[in-house]
């Protein structure tokens, strides 16, 4: 956690620092942005570009000259995996599934890489990079005999105490974004984002004892172990249930439109 805390308090100073410059000049933005969402984690281990819902989001974004930016955002979007179609036979095996929405606040420091015209420059077109801090709320779910279950209120897992569905997030990311008439650009972006939870599938440690493990439904259904039970290879309790990776990771792709309201006064250098 203490990387974690360094990097948030290097934004923190960072941000601080553009907004305390006072530069005389620089304008405001507001943009829309829709695209898909994906996973990277216990149910998708190897594709991070696996798309697997939607995704969109507004932001308003105070543009301090033709390079440096900063954003408030939020998005909302969707994902889900499935044991059951994976490539994998020993993830088939042990048949897993969730699905949840992701509500995201972040405030975002964008850099461009060129003279970008909006800022001050001259250039009609920019690569960007960026990265931030934020928060995500997830409600892990799964259907069964048309009910649909909260995961993170079941505590699959056996633990104490069931995890907080609402974590510290990190996005990073890259994007290009074009002004293509006077105050209008359009962009588009790929972020990636790191929350402080391995919980995001309700998948991260071990399978549970037998007299922890829970059961569903009318015909029984367990939630903890979905495997075939005469598979007798998966889900023996004290096994490993997820992958050993400490968090689980999202992405949203997204194209967006945004206008800007251009200040009449000059930059400061």
């Not at 553009?18 to 998708?44: F, H, K, P, T, V």
């Amino acid at each position: 956690m203490v990387p974690n805390k360094l990097l948030l308090i290097l934004l923190f100073f960072a941000f601080s620092t553009q907004i305390s410059r006072g530069q005389e000049g620089g304008n405001w933005e507001l943009g829309l942005m829709a695209g898909g969402a994906g996973y990277m984690g216990d149910l998708n281990q190897n594709n991070p570009l696996k798309i697997s819902g939607i995704s969109a989001g507004i932001f308003g974004k105070r543009n301090f000259n033709q390079y440096l930016g900063v954003r408030l955002n939020y998005t909302y979007g969707q994902i889900e995996a499935k044991d059951s179609e994976s490539s994998n036979a020993q993830f088939r095996n042990r048949n897993l599934s969730f699905k949840t929405s992701l509500s995201e606040v972040s405030a975002i420091l964008d850099f461009n890489l060129f003279n970008f015209k909006l800022g001050g420059g001259s250039r009609l077109f920019s690569p960007y990079i960026f990265a931030g801090a934020g928060a995500v709320i997830f409600e892990p779910t799964v259907k069964y005999g048309g009910e649909k279950y909260r995961l993170d209120r079941m505590v699959t897992e056996g633990q104490e105490n069931a995890y907080s569905n609402v974590a510290l997030t990190i996005p990073y990311g890259v994007g290009l974004r074009y002004n293509y008439k006077d105050t209008w650009s359009i962009f588009s972006e790929i972020g990636y984002r790191t929350p402080m939870t391995d919980y995001i599938d309700d998948v991260s440690g071990r399978y549970p004892e037998i007299q922890k493990q829970v059961i569903i439904g009318n015909p029984p259904f367990n939630l903890s172990n979905p495997a075939d039970p005469n598979n007798l290879n998966i889900g023996i309790p004290g096994t490993q249930r997820g992958d050993l990776r400490k968090r689980d990771t999202y992405l949203f792709v997204s194209v967006g439109i945004s206008f800007t309201f251009v200040s009449s006064k000059c930059y400061t250098f």
